[in-house]
T-cell receptor
Framework: GAVVSQHPSWVICKSGTSVKIECRSL??????MFWYRQFPKQSLMLMAT?????????EQGVEKDKFLINHASLTLSTLTVTSAHPEDSSFYIC?????????????????FGPGTRLTVT | AQTVTQSQPEMSVQEAETVTLSCTYD???????LFWYKQPPSRQMILVIR??????QNATENRFSVNFQKAAKSFSLKISDSQLGDTAMYFC??????????????FGTGTRLKVLA
């Protein structure tokens, strides 16, 4: 089946530093990946759509200069949290889009990585 | 804008019993997809079941089935013969094709299900 990995699974960084989170599709190529943020006991909020070879599309309210997304290959997207602040502490989840067919109908499904817990001190 | 509502923040069920999680959504679209995802304590999101809006037949996957009421915009998940391993957070999700050509998910707020021994 489709497997998506994230690295690291847990990271602690100091305020003002930057941290990079990797999202990899292990056994398939993903033209499109997504980055979500999940606060404790809350739902997943889409941050941005990452497209291979082009700029990411950010959701309203997400600072593109703070959350840098790079999708340099069909199997890797990275999220860099720049100048991290304690309020950036959260659980970050990526997903990769994979085409599916159900009968004669073509669409997509998302497969999720295991998430990265970021703590900014 | 599409919204997804899960009105039950927490539920519990006895092992081997049946439980139903509710989900309603709001959209003006006619073609879309609905999903239930499970997020156990490991935080890994796992697809439980999927429903295409154009299909009238309710989707089933072993012990999991849905009651899809398109006119009422309701999409509930029924778990039969509940097992301890079903304990998790359950998210209802709506997916549609954006003008940009990207499929986007919108998640509900989740229902925390605890299966009791």
């Amino acid at each position: 089946g489709a497997v998506v990995s994230q690295h690291p699974s847990w990271v602690i960084c100091k305020s003002g530093t930057s941290v990079k989170i990797e999202c990899r599709s292990l056994d398939f190529q993903a033209t499109t990946m997504f980055w979500y943020r999940q606060f404790p006991k809350q739902s997943l909020m889409l941050m941005a759509t990452s497209n291979e070879g082009s700029k990411a599309t950010y959701e309203q309210g997400v600072e593109k200069d703070k959350f840098l997304i790079n999708h340099a290959s069909l199997t890797l997207s990275t999220l860099t949290v720049t100048s991290a602040h304690p309020e950036d502490s959260s659980f970050y989840i990526c997903s990769a889009e994979i085409p599916t067919t159900h009968g004669a109908i073509f669409s997509y499904e998302q497969y999720f990585g295991p998430g990265t817990r970021l703590t900014v001190t | 804008a599409q919204t997804v509502t899960q009105s039950q923040p927490e539920m519990s069920v006895q092992e081997a019993e049946t439980v139903t999680l509710s989900c309603t959504y709001d959209t003006s679209e006619n073609n879309y997809y609905l999903f239930w995802y499970k997020q156990p304590p490991s935080r890994q999101m796992i697809l439980v079941i999927r429903q295409e809006a154009y299909k009238q037949q309710n989707a089933t996957e072993n012990r999991f089935s849905v009651n899809f009421q398109k006119a009422a915009k309701s999409f509930s998940l029924k778990i039969s013969d509940s097992q301890l391993g079903d304990t998790a957070m359950y998210f209802c999700a709506f997916m549609k094709l954006e003008i940009s050509g990207t499929y986007k998910y919108i998640f509900g707020t989740g229902t925390r299900l605890k299966v009791l021994a």
